[in-house]
């Protein structure tokens, strides 16, 4: 069998068009199909953040409770977060209250029979925020409160 060199033989080539054609399609449609995936791949949850109208509570004698105390929640870029759940537990974890926030992010907030840890006389409110499309916000130290 004499030996041909790779110039003369055309042998080879009368298919490579289609098959160029075809592989071309194929992987056309794969990058289509992974485009996809990537523009329609749900949001990651964004953050938000609770910010008291006080930074400490002080109980004196038989009193445990407070006055009205204000929340405001707001999301990264600083807007408010609505129809929040917001959950507040004294020193001792025990729910101490719990609301939702306004169109404007704010709910005030009576907190009744607050306790402290037996042999204590601080200890800290926390609150866990939940809301749609965020993450939840929890704060062990979110008002300080001090019994006198």
């Known amino acids: 069998m004499p030996q041909k060199s790779i110039f003369q033989d055309e042998t080879a080539a009368i298919g490579l068009p289609i098959r160029m054609v075809v592989l071309t399609i194929i992987g056309m449609i794969g990058f289509a199909v992974i485009v996809s995936a990537i523009v329609n791949a749900p949001t990651a949850p964004r953050p938000m953040y609770a910010t008291p109208d006080v930074t400490s509570i002080t109980l004196s004698g038989n009193n445990s409770s407070t006055g009205p105390i204000g929340i405001t929640i707001s999301n990264f870029d600083g807007e408010p977060v609505a129809g929040c759940n917001i959950v507040l537990r004294d020193p001792s974890g025990t729910v101490a209250s719990g609301g939702f926030t306004d169109s404007s ?3 005030r907030m009576q907190l009744n029979n607050i306790s ?3 042999g204590k006389h601080e200890g800290y409110v926390t609150i866990k925020a939940m809301a ?4 939840n916000h929890d704060d062990d130290h979110f008002v300080k409160v001090i019994r006198q």
Do not use: I, R
Request: charged share 10%; aromatic share 10%; hydrophobic share 40%.
């Open 116 to 118: 402290l840890p037996v």
């Open 132 to 135: 749609d499309g965020y993450l």
């Open 105 to 107: 992010g704010q709910v």
